[in-house]
């Protein structure tokens, strides 16, 4: 791989944007196809539960190559209708693999997030950034629209009127108004933004895989669902998480324990 590079650490797996001499854009079909290997890889090995993406230099994400959209090439080539199916097949894979994975994910940004790299943020679960974190959806600049679907995200985020606001003025926001915002969870100096991020991964990974996996699928479901049928869910899930061992183990780990107290 030559655009993204990746490591694995006890069960979770960062991903690593690599092309800093391009501000990590992301619309190339390399780097895209990279990524979703790679995040497609980590989805299939069992053994991982959460992936943490950063990048490398100075800038998480430019999002889009200018120089490619100005040349006409790769996602940008083609009529209209070629360019629909190009968005389709590329960046909105990656909208969708974000917005649908079992993996709990976590950005780690040192580093301005602009355009489509701005929505792989907010396609996060959790969101952590040094005071190097900047933030834009700068798509009006150039005259067209988040063909990523980033415009779904950006509300869900931030709310429907700083959405608007943030859409239309295309203006950048630093760490404080994006932990302010809820873009960021949280800012963490930088040269402890990795410690930190790894640690809330490990601590996530330490927890029984099948009930993570199950409350993100009940968080993911809790945006559309009406309460009957979140129940209805709940319930049947709940049933699921009761009959697997590592629910047995930690029941009777719990019960040993204050068994142990009462001696």
């Not at 067209?144 to 943030?166: K, Y």
Request: some cysteine; glycine content about 8%; proline content about 4%.
């Amino acid at each position: 791989m030559t655009n993204v590079k990746f490591r694995d650490d006890d069960g979770v797996r960062v991903v690593t944007l690599d092309r800093p001499e391009i501000r990590n854009a992301i619309t190339g079909v390399d780097m895209l196809d990279e990524l979703l290997d790679t995040l497609d890889d980590a989805e299939q090995d069992p053994e991982i539960v959460v992936a943490v993406l950063d990048a490398e230099g100075p800038a998480f994400s430019a999002g889009g190559n200018v120089k490619e959209m100005a040349a006409k090439e790769g996602l940008f080539a083609g009529n209209p209708a070629e360019m629909t199916e190009n968005y389709r097949a590329t960046i909105q894979q990656l909208t969708r693999f974000m917005s649908t994975t079992d993996l709990v994910t976590i950005a780690q940004v040192n580093g301005p997030a602009v355009g489509a790299g701005f929505d792989l943020v907010l396609g996060c679960d959790l969101r952590y950034g040094s005071r190097n974190a900047r933030f834009a959806h700068t798509f009006i600049e150039m005259g067209i629209i988040p063909g990523d679907g980033g415009a779904w995200l950006l509300p869900r985020v931030v709310g429907w009127q700083r959405a608007t606001e943030l859409a239309l003025t295309a203006r950048f926001i630093n760490s404080a108004e994006a932990e302010k915002y809820g873009v960021l969870l949280e800012v963490v100096p930088e040269d402890k933004l990795s410690a930190h991020v790894m640690a809330v991964a490990h601590d996530i990974t330490s927890k029984p895989k099948p009930a993570v996996v199950m409350a993100k699928r009940l968080l993911r479901q809790a945006k559309s669902m009406s309460l009957d049928g979140f129940l209805e869910l709940s319930a049947a899930m709940q049933a699921v998480a009761h009959a697997t061992p590592e629910h047995e183990s930690a029941v009777a780990e719990y019960v040993e324990q204050l068994q142990n107290r009462s001696n």
